[in-house]
C-alpha cells in the first residue's frame, strides 16, 4: 500500500492527530475532574484509573482511555450516517410517508424527539415507527 498513491497515505497521520486531540481532551479532564462528579465517559475513565492504581494488571490505564474515547467516535459515526443514509433514502424512495404524516410528525417533534412516523403509510399499517429519540 506504501507504493500506491491516494488519501489512505495520510491515514496514519490523521489518526496520530486524533490521539494527539483526545489525549489533550483528557488532559484538561484532569486538572478539573472532581471524582465525586463525574461530567462525563472521560471523567468516568479518570476515575477507574485512580482506583485501579495499585492494580499493574488494571486495563484501565490513560492509553486505554484515549483508544476508547477514539473507537467510540469511530464506531458511532459510519454507523449513524449509514442509518440516516438509508432513513434518507426511505423518505425519498416512499415520498407519501412525509406527505400523510406531517401532522403526526409535528405533534412528535414537540415532544421534543425526532421521529419518521410511518402510520397509515403504504409501507407499515398496522403502527407507528420511530427513528432515534
Ligand atoms: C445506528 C447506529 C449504530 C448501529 C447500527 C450500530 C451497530 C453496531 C453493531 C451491530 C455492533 C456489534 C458489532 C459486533 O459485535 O460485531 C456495534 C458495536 C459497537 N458500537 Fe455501535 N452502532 C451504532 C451506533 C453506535 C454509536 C453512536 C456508538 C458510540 C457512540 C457505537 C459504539 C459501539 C461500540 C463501542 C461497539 C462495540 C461494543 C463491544 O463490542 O463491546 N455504536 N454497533
Not at 489518526?15 to 484538561?28: A, C, H, P, Q
Not at 475532574?33 to 486495563?59: G, Y
Not at 423518505?91 to 403526526?104: D, Y
Not at 415532544?111 to 407507528?128: A, P, R, T, W
Request: glycine content about 6%; proline content about 4%.
Amino acid at each position: 500500500m506504501d507504493y500506491i498513491p491516494g488519501p489512505h497515505q495520510r491515514l496514519f497521520k490523521i489518526f496520530e492527530e486524533i490521539r494527539r486531540f483526545v489525549g489533550e481532551r483528557m488532559n484538561v479532564h484532569k486538572v478539573s475532574l472532581d471524582p465525586n462528579c463525574p461530567r462525563d465517559f472521560i471523567d468516568a475513565f479518570l476515575i477507574k484509573i485512580q482506583e485501579e492504581q495499585k492494580n499493574s494488571d488494571s486495563v484501565f490505564t490513560e492509553e486505554s482511555l484515549v483508544g476508547s474515547t477514539i473507537n467510540l467516535f469511530v464506531a458511532g459515526t459510519e454507523t449513524s450516517s449509514t442509518t440516516l443514509y438509508f432513513g434518507l433514502l426511505v423518505l425519498l424512495k416512499f415520498p407519501e410517508i412525509q406527505g400523510n404524516n406531517t401532522h403526526v410528525l409535528s405533534k412528535w417533534r414537540t415532544q421534543g424527539m425526532f421521529v419518521v412516523c410511518l402510520e397509515g403509510s403504504s409501507f407499515n399499517h398496522d403502527s407507528k415507527s420511530y427513528l432515534g429519540t
